[in-house]
């Protein structure tokens, strides 16, 4: 545990007022007759109102570790709390659910549906909540508009630049006011300016007290955006802070 | 969800649409298309079981219609010409009236001969007997002398010969006489054969004669009779029974008889006898080269009165009641 | 979210048409080549269903159809009517005989002899004239197919003298009626007629017409028949069937209609599957992210299911409304006369696009079901 240098609330039973609370989180991959353990044991408390980065180089773990913070991935071992839920000992269905409630995802790619428009885009998680289409389309177009593009809401996906497209997806991500934001490289496809508007967007509508905010990235460009910033070697958490350590 | 009128999606919306309204017509046209295999009534009444029979054992069979007394097919005794025909077809005739007439002409004139012959017979006869009066009053004369010298012998024996000759010749004529009135007879009869007259009462169906015909006695190797008649009072029909299903009739029981295409028209036909001989079946339609293997059992119906509605010659549906033996 | 499977499926035209092609396609061979068919080998019972008014057909032992017939004595007639349960029976004739038309062709023809006095065993319509024309001398009912195989030039048919047998025959009416197998020229005739029209044989009467009396069914009364005369009785439906079957059993039509449905049912398997595989990998990153937005994996089965369902609709629709189309447009054609679509057929095929859709739809979903939602995040 020689890695392990910060963060000694971690060590023992969870916080009650912690986002997300991981305990003892190990992920191992079987390739052909090797097992490659991803990660190490991973003690991690998330905290609502922050923005909280987790960089990592490639091969860190970083996309293993959120994916199992965010209930898409089993873990091998380890316990993971989201608010207080440990969400892998619900049933699938049931963590389907939650995902669906608590947890807004912004991806990489966007991953938006081509052939439906931007407001329908940004009403996803509504609809498949079950909220009715009109609402669920009048409460994205409002999303929308908080994030300044309520005139496109009629558009195609493919008819928006890239940093329209990157806040149709923003808007999806909060359209359901879920409690936990996971973003995944949001700035990866953008310049340095759209990157810097991105995420001050994402502050100024993802950040709240009572909402945690995750963003996985390695672009150094937004480090001094971050609220806490954390560091995964080799599937370990090497650093835990407000600045990026000396030598990143 | 609210249609926009403005913005309607071919394939969303449009081609759904045909599809459902093309899916409906489609059903319609082939609801409609389907095949109409009803079961229809056939429009002419065809032979039925009398009711009474509809669902009981009962034989059926097909016939003819005849006359009570069968067909009688009036021929004629003698060869010649047709000089009078006196009947027409469907005319009703007493025994014994005439039909029709031969020439008898030669008959006529041998009748006459012999007439003839009657007379000059009878002329000789009485010239007979004169001469045999003279001479027995001269042989009398002869025998009245008592002097052989007035009378010679030899005058007295011709005188004995003249009176048995005179005798004989008598004989003679009456024998003539009655030759010849036997020629005459016969003539007589001949001129009755050449006309010829009514077997029995009845009614006459085909004349297949005309004035003027020559008739033989041969009865023609076309065999169509001269005249066709019979007692039409009552009918006579005819049926003919398979014989597989001989064994079945009820021999005794009225039978329901219909005519070919009147066939609702059944009346009841009172059993008179079936016939002793199983027969050939005799077909109607097909031709006389016909082999045939079926045999019939024919039984004979009295046919009530009905105005018309059977003839002679006419083809029927018979149903009989099938006996208690059968099944 | 089912619209939304709907938009996904409808935003990409050029695969969304091409599913619908495949299922037209496939429902459009199937049902139309079954339909032909069912109504090529139902031409087998044609000569059945034209007669009426017949509810049991009576023939010899040997008998197997219309066509294939040996005839009876005379007096089977009788025997018939003997048979407690038979309202009536008639005679009826069908032999071969070959005409001379008017301009001196050959022609094979059936001669159809119908019962003198009642004409049971005439179809039902005439497209000309009555069936009356029957009491003239020397009359003949054609059929409507056989006019248009006689009288190719399309001049009226009405009193065409013809020559059967050496006997003069004179037409003068047309009936209207569903053709044979063979499509041959049938001409209806009175019985007697029929027999001087027919070459000589010693028996002719090829069948009894029987109708049942109130309260007996047809197998009944055929199966008494059968018993007491020891002829062959077969109800209106069986001996429809005998038709079919004998065509079925002598002519290769079913294995070649059969390969042609099985083709278009693989070729719509393959049009189908193929394009719809391609379709979900396409949209398998979308797919992917619903899953991990929170969508369950049945929720994601039933908009598989709208989309096939969507182009399932659309494709058996129009499939269906192309085979309409065909028989429509053909039903003025001769060789196509009675044609009909049995209510069956659409069905068969639906179930055959529900099957193609099931088992396509099923491979596309698997993919989708296997994607981990974790991939969204690499």
């Not at chain 1, 009715?132 to 409002?142: G, H, I, L, Q, S």
């Not at chain 2, 609210?2 to 759904?16: A, F, K, T």
């Not at chain 2, 229809?40 to 009398?50: L, V």
């Not at chain 2, 030899?154 to 010969?161: F, H, L, N, P, Q």
């Amino acid at each position: 545990m020689s890695g392990v240098l910060l963060d000694t609330s971690a060590i023992g039973g969870c916080n009650p007022a912690a986002a997300i609370c991981t305990r003892g989180v190990t992920r191992d991959f079987k390739a052909g007759q090797q097992t490659i353990t991803v990660l190490h044991g991973i003690d991690l408390d998330v905290r609502s109102g922050e923005l909280t980065y987790l960089v990592g180089e490639s091969g860190s773990g970083k996309t293993t570790l959120i994916s199992i913070m965010c209930g898409i991935l089993w873990p091998t071992l380890g316990e993971v709390k989201v608010f207080g839920t440990d969400i892998y000992s619900l049933g699938d269905t049931e963590l389907v659910e939650f995902r669906l409630k608590n947890i807004g995802f912004i991806f990489q790619q966007y991953n938006l549906i081509p052939s439906i428009d931007a407001a329908s885009n940004a009403a996803v998680p509504l609809i498949a909540q079950g909220v009715d289409r009109n609402e669920a389309r009048e409460r994205a177009v409002a999303m929308l508009e908080r994030l300044n593009i309520g005139n496109q809401a009629a558009k195609l996906p493919n008819q928006l630049s890239g940093g329209q497209q990157q806040r149709v997806a923003i808007a999806r991500a909060l359209v359901h006011e879920p409690r936990l934001v996971v973003c995944d490289e949001p700035t990866a496809a953008l310049d340095a300016a759209s990157g810097r508007r991105v995420m001050d967007l994402l502050r100024d509508v993802a950040v709240a007290a009572d909402r945690a905010c995750i963003i996985v990235t390695h672009d150094n460009r937004i480090f001094d955006l971050a609220d806490r910033i954390l560091v995964l070697e080799d599937g370990r958490i090497t650093h835990d802070g407000k600045h990026m350590p000396e030598g990143h | 969800m609210v249609i926009d009128w403005r913005n309607l999606s071919i394939s969303r919306q449009i081609l759904p649409a045909i599809a459902v309204i093309g899916l409906v017509i489609a059903a319609l046209f082939i609801f409609s298309g389907l095949p109409d295999r009803a079961l229809a009534e056939p429009e002419r009444e065809p032979a039925r079981a009398p009711a009474d029979l509809a669902n009981k054992a009962r034989v059926a069979g097909s016939g003819v219609v005849e006359p009570s007394s069968e067909l009688i097919q009036v021929g004629s005794a003698v060869s010649g010409l047709v000089t009078d025909v006196r009947v027409d077809p469907g005319d009703r005739v007493l025994a014994g009236q005439v039909l029709f007439v031969v020439d008898d002409r030669i008959a006529r004139s041998i009748l006459r001969e012999a007439d003839a012959a009657i007379v000059q017979a009878r002329a000789a006869i009485s010239e007979a007997r004169s001469a045999r009066t003279t001479a027995a009053r001269q042989l009398a004369l002869y025998r009245s002398v008592d002097d052989p010298a007035a009378v010679s012998r030899a005058e007295v024996i011709r005188a004995e010969g003249e009176a048995s000759a005179a005798n004989e010749r008598l004989r003679l004529a009456q024998a003539q006489l009655q030759a010849a009135q036997a020629r005459a007879a016969s003539a007589r009869t001949e001129i009755d054969r050449l006309v010829v007259r009514a077997p029995i009462a009845g009614e006459i169906l085909t004349v297949n004669i005309r004035k003027g015909e020559f008739v033989s006695t041969q009865g023609g190797g076309n065999a169509q009779a001269f005249i066709e008649m019979g007692q039409t009072q009552p009918l006579h029909v005819r049926i003919d029974i398979d014989e597989e299903q001989a064994p079945r009739v009820a021999l005794g029981k009225p039978a329901t008889v219909s005519p070919r295409g009147a066939a609702e028209r059944q009346v009841r036909a009172n059993f008179v006898r079936a016939e002793p001989l199983v027969v050939p079946k005799r077909s109607l339609t097909n031709s006389a080269a016909e082999r045939v293997d079926v045999r019939v059992l024919q039984v004979i119906y009295e046919l009530p009165a009905s105005d018309g509605l059977f003839r002679v010659g006419q083809q029927v549906d018979a149903y009989i009641p099938a006996g208690s033996a059968a099944k | 979210m089912i619209w939304i499977a709907i938009r996904m499926l409808t935003g990409d035209g050029q695969k969304f048409y091409g599913l619908v092609f495949g299922i037209a396609f496939s429902t459009l061979l199937i049902t139309q080549q079954l339909t032909i068919f069912v109504n090529l080998i139902e031409r087998g019972a044609s000569s059945v269903y034209n007669v009426p008014t017949a509810d049991v057909w009576v023939m010899d032992e040997v008998s197997r159809t219309t066509d294939v017939n040996y005839p009876m004595a005379s007096t089977a007639l009788d025997r018939v009517r003997s048979v407690p349960g038979v309202e009536w029976a008639v005679p009826h004739l069908r032999a071969g005989a070959s005409v001379r038309s008017g301009d001196g062709d050959l022609e094979g023809v059936s001669i159809v002899g119908v019962d003198d006095a009642t004409l049971i065993g005439l179809p039902l319509r005439m497209v000309t004239g009555s069936a009356d024309v029957l009491s003239q001398p020397d009359s003949v009912i054609i059929d409507d197919v056989g006019v248009a195989r006689l009288f190719e030039d399309g001049r009226s048919p009405i009193e065409e003298r013809l020559e059967l047998n050496d006997q003069r025959a004179v037409i003068r009416a047309v009936a209207d009626a569903i053709p044979s197998f063979t499509s041959q020229v049938t001409l209806y005739t009175k019985y007697s007629q029929a027999l001087r029209y027919v070459p000589g044989t010693r028996n002719r009467l090829s069948f009894v017409l029987v109708g049942a009396s109130p309260g007996v069914t047809a197998g009944e009364l055929a199966t008494r028949i059968e018993a007491a005369t020891g002829l062959r009785a077969r109800t209106r439906d069986q001996f429809a069937r005998d038709g079919v079957d004998f065509i079925i059993q002598n002519t290769g039509i079913p294995l070649n209609f059969g390969i042609t449905v099985a083709l278009g049912f693989i070729v719509g398997v393959a049009i189908v599957g193929l394009t719809f595989s391609l379709f979900i990998r396409d949209n398998i990153k979308q797919f992917g992210a619903l899953k991990a937005i929170g969508v369950t994996n049945a929720k994601i089965g039933r908009m598989v299911a709208a989309q096939a369902g969507l182009v399932g609709l659309i494709g058996y629709g129009l499939g269906v409304v192309g085979t309409v189309l065909f028989i429509w447009s053909f039903s003025a054609n001769p060789t196509f006369k009675g044609f009909y679509i049995p209510w069956q057929i659409p069905l068969i095929s639906l179930v055959a696009v529900a099957l193609i859709l099931a088992l396509t739809g099923w491979l596309a979903l698997r993919n989708v079901l296997r994607t981990e939602p974790a991939s969204v995040f690499r």
